[in-house]
């Protein structure tokens, strides 16, 4: 399975973005996925979760600011950011799961400048 995320860049703070995860598997919406970032020199860390129900999930950090969706048709994961922040300049991937298989995509440089 391979994933591609894009849709990254540089944006002002108090601007948005929409990331995007295209996957190559035909069986998309079994698989429960998300988005995690890595900013330099810390962990990596989640951003938001979606089940194959569409159940989703949200790091404090983004809660109100970003939204997490998907779209099984196109085999495509999505992040809509909101309101960036300086802090959340980061490498963004994303990551597909099923039982004790997962995937991740090769991530997609967001920076936020103040």
């Known amino acids: 399975v391979q994933l591609q995320a894009s849709g990254g860049g540089l944006v002002q703070a108090g601007g948005s973005l929409r990331l995007s995860c295209a996957a190559s598997?035909?069986?998309?919406?079994?698989?429960?996925m998300g988005w995690y970032r890595q900013a330099p020199g810390k962990q990596r860390e989640m951003v938001a979760t979606i089940t194959p129900s569409r159940h989703t999930n949200y790091a404090d950090f983004v809660k109100a600011r970003f939204s997490i969706s998907r779209d099984n048709a196109k085999r495509s994961l999505y992040l809509q950011m909101n309101i960036l922040k300086p802090e959340d300049t980061a490498v963004y991937y994303c990551?597909?799961?099923?039982?004790?298989?997962?995937?991740w995509g090769q991530g997609t440089q967001v920076t936020v400048s103040s």
């Open positions: 990551k597909i799961w099923r039982q004790d298989t997962e995937y």
């Open positions: 598997t035909r069986f998309f919406g079994a698989y429960s």
